[in-house]
């Protein structure tokens, strides 16, 4: 049986950073990883999609050459180029990641599946590693829903949809919401015909009405078809296609040539025998953790997509400097001191921080909100850019900024000048007198904010 200082189970965006400041310090580390080097992010989430959202963004403007003055002939797009594109971009990171983990001094790499075998043991292949420090970066994964029929297709998820090199005739998305869109978006123009089916009322259901509307609005302008409030019956396979059932609005079904199942996320934490240890779970299998990601065990803690407290590449590095800094700098950080933010990556993109609208007349606040189209932002009507709005929400007596949400071009990098102001703990007002650069998206915050309205159905409103 080896022994190590710290024992590190996953090398998605925690992982490696940990494992490189332990390692720094001195101190004998081992870390496990099953799969791809890097995780979810780098090999099958953030970097490929984003990558590939690049080259439809390219194959849109390419087609709307005509509103800025050029021609360029008849956009096709070569899925073998783009897939190869892609594959550079992430192997970049992928090996990045392993590269620099298997040329760490004072760090070892095992490539293997890891479970525990009791609280300080963990078995990583043919060997068993013991430690007093036992970090779970274990990452989630798809979810399947359980819909009759399923198990009959060949449905792709977000891992699949990464081997794909050819057009899909017809894509069916099941799942409305951030990974189906940004997915259903960038095939509809490579040239897919792309339907979206949600079961739930609207779209990105965790954002506002008016978001979900607007959004509704910028995928069915791209020709995209939108079900909502779909009850899905069933699915099967009926020759080249794959149908699905469904309850919609005098909808009975949808054909298409493939199906993505974008439904939810789910923590890869059913085989790490977590029994074995004692380490709780959730009802979802998510890992239970304190406020500094702590779990049930002492010395064992869960950082990133494991332990429920965050889905993001930023919520998992912000884990790690979370850990790192309460184990070796003897600060006392946690996790309630974020401040929640995200981005989807349709195009315009949407930026989001803080609170939404209905949380903020649910929290009962005096709320003041101001709201601006991005066809009155001269840089956005300036790049013929247009969709979408900024909206901003925020305290009427302590002037603190509740949220924001940013749809729109340049909307992911506008948030941040809000993000920072929140950080800052200073009030809405300093970012009203603050000069932004002209022509940006961002200068037009401060114009936002001298327009606040009360909040209807708030206390202020
Ligand atoms: C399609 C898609 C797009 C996304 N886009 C964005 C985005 O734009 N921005 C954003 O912030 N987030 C995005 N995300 C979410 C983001 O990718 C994840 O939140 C992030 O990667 C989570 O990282 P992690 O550190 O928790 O673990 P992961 O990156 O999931 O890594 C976990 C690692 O642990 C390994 N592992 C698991 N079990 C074991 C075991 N028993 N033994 C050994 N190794 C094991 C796995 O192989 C994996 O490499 C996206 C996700 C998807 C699916």
């Given at each position: 049986m080896a022994a190590y200082d710290a024992i590190i189970i996953g090398t998605g965006q925690a992982g490696p950073a940990l494992a490189r400041r332990i390692a720094?310090?001195?101190?004998?580390?081992a870390i496990v990883e099953r799969g791809r080097f890097g995780g979810t992010c780098i090999n099958t989430g953030c970097t490929p999609t984003k990558t590939l959202v690049a080259s439809a963004y390219a194959a849109h403007v390419a087609r709307r050459g005509a509103d800025y003055g050029f021609s360029a002939g008849d956009v096709k797009v070569d899925m073998k180029r783009v897939k190869a594109r892609k594959d550079h971009v992430v192997g970049l990171s992928n090996h990045g990641v392993e590269r620099s983990l298997k040329h760490l001094e004072n760090c070892r790499v095992f490539e293997a599946h890891a479970r525990f075998v009791s609280?300080?043991?963990?078995q990583a292949g043919s060997e068993v590693l013991t430690s007093d420090r036992i970090f779970l970066n274990v990452g989630a994964r798809a979810a399947a829903p359980n819909i009759p029929g399923l198990e009959r297709v060949d449905y792709l998820t977000n891992r699949s949809m990464m081997d794909i090199d050819f057009l899909p005739r017809h894509l069916l998305v099941l799942g409305g919401s951030y990974i189906g869109l940004e997915f259903g978006q960038m095939y509809?123009?490579?040239g897919s015909e792309v339907s979206v089916?949600?079961?739930?009322?609207?779209?990105?259901?965790?954002e506002d009405e008016d978001v979900s509307a607007?959004?509704?609005d910028i995928l069915a302008r791209e020709g995209i078809t939108v079900l909502t409030a779909a009850k899905c019956l069933g699915v099967d396979?009926?020759?080249n296609d794959i149908v699905i059932k469904v309850d919609c609005g005098g909808i009975s079904e949808l054909r298409g040539s493939h199906l993505l199942i974008a439904t939810g996320r789910r923590p890869n934490t059913d085989d790490l025998g977590l029994d074995r240890a004692g380490v709780r779970q959730d009802e979802?299998?998510?890992?239970?953790v304190d406020d500094e990601l702590r779990t049930?065990?002492?010395g064992i803690w869960a950082l990133g997509d494991c332990n429920g407290k965050g889905a993001f590449t930023h919520t998992s590095w912000n884990d790690y400097e979370i850990v790192a800094a309460n184990l070796f700098d003897g600060e006392r950080r946690r996790v309630s001191d974020r401040i929640p933010a995200h981005a989807l990556y349709i195009d315009p993109p949407l930026g989001r921080v803080g609170m939404t609208e209905a949380d903020v007349r649910k929290s009962g606040r005096p709320a003041l909100i101001g709201k601006l189209a991005m066809e009155d932002v001269s840089r956005a009507f300036e790049k013929g850019e247009t969709e979408g709005f900024m909206k901003i929400l925020v305290d009427a007596e302590t002037k603190e900024i509740l949220g924001a949400s940013f749809l729109g071009t340049g909307g992911d990098e506008a948030i941040h000048c809000v993000l920072d102001t929140m950080y800052a703990k200073a009030p809405y007002t300093l970012l009203e007198r603050a000069m932004h650069i002209h022509p940006t998206v961002s200068e037009f915050v401060p114009t936002m904010l001298e327009d606040l309205v009360p909040l209807a159905g708030s206390v202020a409103g």
């Open positions: 720094g310090s001195g101190m004998q580390v609280p300080r043991e963990v509809r123009r490579f089916v949600e079961l739930g009322p609207r779209l990105v259901s965790r607007a959004i509704t396979k009926e020759g979802r299998g998510y890992i239970v049930s065990v002492p």
